[in-house]
């Protein structure tokens, strides 16, 4: 009995082996090896390296609280912006509590200057992650007045920024056009007049 039980244990033993060796470490080694030559910066996170330091990721939204830059969707990740707590508020649309975030975000945004009749959406709501990059183009340029005037520069010059900085869908369907915070904000420190803080 001992004899059949070793038997049969051993093509499933071996099967569990072969196929553990194959789909945890070949198959993820060969992945990471393509992306590696393929896709290297996406492969590693899509950091932004200046002069040696990593100064962030294009995948990862920051916190800019400064009226001299363009703000983010508000973040529930951790204590805000925490990409190893990335999480939603999980608030009901229906919920009190949520309600009177967004009424105050509102508020917030109006208090900083916020232009044109409503506040974007993506300006007052957290995103599925906490962590959401972008921005809709409404809500980058509901805020060039601020930034403009905090900076000292003309408004058309801004909002010019803005626009070269819209991702649109690929193809012309997949995805929404949407404007990258951090690299929006890289490039406004570039050709701004005035030295960052």
């Given at each position: 009995?001992?004899?059949?039980?070793?038997?049969?244990?051993?093509?499933?033993?071996?099967?569990?082996?072969?196929?553990?060796?194959?789909?945890?470490?070949?198959?993820?080694?060969?992945?990471?090896?393509?992306?590696?030559?393929?896709?290297?910066?996406?492969a590693n996170g899509s950091m932004i390296v200046d002069r040696g330091t990593v100064v962030g990721s294009e995948l990862i939204a920051q916190g800019f609280a400064s009226p001299r830059y363009f703000h983010p969707r508000p973040s529930a990740a951790g204590k805000g912006y925490d990409a190893s707590a990335s999480a939603a508020t999980n608030l009901a649309p229906g919920s009190k509590?949520?309600?009177?975030?967004?009424?105050?975000?509102?508020?917030?945004?109006?208090?900083?200057?916020?232009?044109?009749?409503?506040?974007?959406?993506?300006?007052?709501?957290?995103?599925?992650?906490?962590?959401?990059?972008?921005?809709?183009?409404?809500?980058?340029?509901?805020?060039?007045?601020?930034?403009?005037?905090?900076?000292?520069?003309?408004?058309?010059?801004?909002?010019?920024?803005?626009?070269?900085?819209?991702?649109?869908?690929?193809?012309?369907?997949?995805?929404?056009?949407?404007?990258?915070?951090?690299?929006?904000?890289?490039?406004?420190?570039?050709?701004?007049?005035?030295?960052?803080?």
């Amino acid at each position: 009995m001992f004899t059949e039980i070793r038997a049969a244990l051993r093509p499933a033993i071996t099967l569990l082996l072969l196929l553990g060796g194959i789909t945890g470490l070949a198959y993820p080694a060969l992945i990471t090896g393509v992306a590696q030559v393929a896709l290297p910066a996406q492969a590693n996170g899509s950091m932004i390296v200046d002069r040696g330091t990593v100064v962030g990721s294009e995948l990862i939204a920051q916190g800019f609280a400064s009226p001299r830059y363009f703000h983010p969707r508000p973040s529930a990740a951790g204590k805000g912006y925490d990409a190893s707590a990335s999480a939603a508020t999980n608030l009901a649309p229906g919920s009190k509590d949520l309600r009177d975030a967004i009424a105050a975000r509102v508020a917030e945004a109006r208090a900083q200057g916020m232009t044109g009749v409503n506040v974007p959406p993506d300006l007052v709501t957290t995103s599925a992650s906490g962590l959401d990059p972008d921005l809709s183009p409404e809500a980058a340029f509901s805020q060039v007045a601020r930034v403009a005037k905090a900076r000292g520069m003309a408004e058309p010059q801004v909002h010019a920024l803005v626009e070269r900085s819209i991702a649109w869908p690929l193809f012309g369907i997949i995805g929404e056009p949407h404007v990258n915070v951090l690299m929006l904000n890289r490039q406004l420190d570039r050709i701004s007049t005035n030295l960052a803080p």
